[in-house]
């Protein structure tokens, strides 16, 4: 049976792909686990505090829930990063080699673990950025990530651990507030789009970014997990890709729905972080290895976003 363990589950994928992966599994098999308490809906089910810094902590949930597959979520993000490198590095690299370890010692079915875009940098290509390529990050999180790839592909050929990742771009949900991440302005625009009408970008009106809609991160995760483990050829971590958009693009899409909406530029430090990633995403590797495929462009995204949020608030405004 399979037994799941998902740790950074308070965060903005791992809310979404844990209440994913226990409609997959069942609810009694999917163990979700944060530094902190979290939302009231991940609380109803099986929840576990636990620093993933802690190997023994780790050690402890998985002989207690009988884990078979770990979904290691945890990080600090890029924006983040750059305020405390060391932490980041720190977290990022000691904890990924604590589940790595233990999933090598307890013969885990399954690992997965996200990598980012953030692992390319002012050398890469910019457009259809391919698979492999010259990887150059220069933010403290695309760093852990790019070295994190390598300790993933090192632990399979090593020891044979099947640790399966995805290069996620950036991604947009609403159900939870963003982790501090350069493309974090794509959450928060809708927010501010539906409360005040109008929202300041730190990012410039002409700033392309491969995007991803959140429903569409589960699916690649979840499809990625249950494939075939003949149809993974790569084994530190596939380019993933639905869309790419700028400030400008994103914000004609909302004024479909809210004709005054209107957004100001105000470029900071993520400006530089942006102009550094890749504008596409070229993921046919992904494709074609196990069939990945996207459901959501932006105006779909958008319109989902926009009803979900306004139903979400009005239940927040009645309580």
Same mark, same amino acid.
């Given at each position: 049976?399979?037994?799941?363990?998902?740790?950074?589950?308070?965060?903005?994928?791992?809310?979404?792909?844990?209440?994913?992966? /226990?409609?997959?599994?069942?609810?009694?098999?999917?163990?979700?686990?944060?530094?902190?308490?979290?939302?009231?809906?991940?609380?109803?089910?099986?929840?576990?505090?636990?620093?993933?810094?802690?190997?023994?902590?780790?050690?402890?949930?998985?002989?207690?829930?009988?884990?078979? @597959?770990?979904?290691?979520?945890?990080?600090?993000?890029?924006?983040?990063?750059?305020?405390?490198?060391?932490?980041?590095?720190?977290?990022?690299?000691?904890?990924?080699?604590?589940?790595?370890?233990?999933?090598?010692?307890? @013969?885990?079915?399954?690992?997965?673990?996200?990598?980012?875009?953030?692992?390319?940098?002012?050398?890469?290509?910019?457009?259809?950025?391919?698979?492999?390529?010259?990887?150059?990050?220069?933010?403290?999180?695309?760093?852990?990530?790019?070295?994190?790839?390598?300790?993933?592909?090192?632990?399979?050929?090593?020891?044979?651990?099947?640790? /399966?990742?995805?290069?996620?771009?950036?991604?947009?949900?609403?159900?939870?507030?963003?982790?501090?991440?350069?493309?974090?302005?794509?959450?928060?625009?809708?927010?501010?789009?539906?409360?005040? /009408?109008?929202?300041?970008?730190?990012?410039?009106?002409?700033?392309?970014?491969?995007?991803?809609?959140?429903?569409?991160?589960?699916?690649?995760?979840?499809?990625?997990? @249950?494939?075939?483990?003949?149809?993974?050829?790569?084994?530190?971590?596939?380019?993933?890709?639905?869309?790419?958009?700028?400030?400008?693009?994103?914000?004609?899409?909302?004024?479909?729905?809210?004709?005054?909406?209107?957004?100001?530029?105000?470029?900071?430090?993520? @400006?530089?972080?942006?102009?550094?990633?890749?504008?596409?995403?070229?993921?046919?590797?992904? /494709?074609?290895?196990?069939?990945?495929?996207?459901?959501?462009?932006?105006?779909?995204?958008?319109?989902?976003?926009?009803?979900?949020?306004?139903?979400?608030?009005?239940?927040?405004?009645?309580?």
């Amino acid at each position: 049976m399979t037994k799941v363990l998902v740790i950074g589950a308070c965060g903005q994928l791992g809310f979404e792909l844990t209440l994913a992966l /226990r409609k997959l599994h069942g609810s009694e098999n999917v163990i979700a686990s944060d530094i902190r308490k979290g939302q009231e809906e991940l609380m109803n089910d099986s929840f576990e505090v636990l620093d993933a810094m802690n190997k023994m902590d780790i050690i402890h949930l998985v002989k207690k829930h009988n884990i078979t @597959q770990i979904y290691h979520l945890a990080a600090v993000l890029s924006a983040k990063g750059e305020k405390n490198p060391g932490f980041a590095w720190d977290l990022n690299m000691g904890s990924l080699s604590n589940v790595l370890e233990v999933a090598k010692e307890y @013969q885990l079915d399954k690992i997965y673990w996200p990598s980012s875009i953030a692992v390319f940098g002012p050398n890469t290509p910019q457009n259809n950025t391919p698979q492999n390529c010259i990887m150059d990050p220069n933010t403290v999180y695309g760093i852990t990530k790019q070295a994190g790839e390598r300790w993933c592909e090192y632990y399979f050929n090593k020891y044979g651990v099947d640790v /399966r990742s995805l290069r996620y771009p950036g991604l947009i949900g609403y159900k939870t507030m963003p982790g501090g991440g350069t493309t974090d302005y794509a959450v928060d625009i809708y927010y501010k789009a539906l409360q005040e /009408r109008k929202f300041e970008c730190f990012l410039s009106a002409n700033t392309a970014l491969p995007m991803m809609y959140m429903d569409d991160a589960v699916k690649a995760t979840i499809d990625l997990m @249950q494939a075939d483990a003949s149809n993974i050829k790569i084994h530190s971590s596939y380019n993933i890709s639905a869309i790419s958009f700028t400030p400008e693009q994103i914000s004609t899409s909302i004024k479909k729905y809210i004709p005054d909406f209107e957004i100001s530029y105000k470029p900071d430090f993520r @400006q530089n972080i942006a102009d550094s990633w890749p504008n596409s995403i070229d993921d046919s590797k992904a /494709r074609n290895d196990w069939g990945w495929y996207h459901q959501y462009d932006l105006d779909k995204m958008t319109e989902e976003i926009l009803k979900g949020l306004k139903e979400m608030l009005s239940i927040e405004e009645n309580q």
